[in-house]
């Protein structure tokens, strides 16, 4: 099965960075993403990894180590427009559901001026 | 480009009535398809994958179906709901070499 752990909440300020961390088990990783997910809306993709390293997109980066089993979205330059929930997910060889994305329980991150 | 749509988007329903969740994926053929929950406190919990017409697999007992009775048409269905089946529906679509997904709008059920 798969586990999936990053913190329920963070805060931070505008114009600051902050480091979301995910660590994951699988039994046969095929890539971790990173979606955000506004209040009440449905979730947006902002990044993918399946090799290690880090991959930079604008303001947000996302890192990876698989023999860590572990990821972090960071982001620069914080907006008010940035608060919203920040969701791990990983794809699993070994998951029935083949290219079904299992899913944390999200961190909810709040940008204050 | 590809798009993906939901219906209805918010619904409040009696315990014990019967629920229907449709999705609809333009401009893909034979999309990986798929029925996710978001319930208060719990993160999206994945229901139902579909590779094809009429194949449906189930990741979560419960009394929810689902079916898909054309290419690009997926069902989210119930006899008799219970509150534990409240919360947000959503339907997505996956790129089968990367994973990706992309979500339509999603449904927010509530039982009463």
């Not at chain 1, 990894?49 to 979205?73: A, I, P, Q, T, W």
Request: glycine share 10%; net charge neutral.
């Amino acid at each position: 099965g798969q586990n999936i752990d990053q913190p329920t909440e963070m805060t931070a300020t505008e114009g600051a960075i902050v480091q979301i961390n995910c660590t994951y088990q699988t039994s046969g990783f095929n890539g971790l993403f990173w979606y955000q997910q506004h209040a009440g809306e449905a979730p947006t993709f902002l990044s993918y990894n399946v090799l290690d390293g880090l991959e930079e997109k604008g303001r947000f980066s996302s890192f990876l180590s698989r023999s860590k089993g572990y990821s972090y979205l960071l982001l620069k330059e914080l907006q008010m427009k940035d608060s919203a929930s920040y969701l791990c997910a990983v794809r699993d060889r070994g998951n029935q559901a083949g290219t079904a994305l299992i899913f944390g329980k999200g961190t909810t991150l709040s940008v204050s001026s | 480009s590809q798009t993906i749509h939901q219906w209805p988007a918010t619904l409040v329903q009696p315990v014990g009535s019967p629920l229907s969740l449709e999705c609809t994926v333009e401009g893909t053929s034979n999309p990986n398809l798929y029925w996710y929950r978001q319930a208060a406190g719990r993160g999206l919990q994945l229901l139902f994958y579909s590779v094809g017409i009429g194949q449906i697999s189930s990741e979560v007992p419960q009394n929810l179906s689902a079916s898909r009775p054309q290419d690009r048409q997926f069902i989210l269905s119930s006899k008799k709901l219970l509150l534990s089946d409240s919360g947000f529906y959503l339907c997505a679509w996956g790129l089968a070499v990367s994973g990706e997904l992309f979500f339509g709008e999603g449904s927010r059920l509530t039982v009463l």
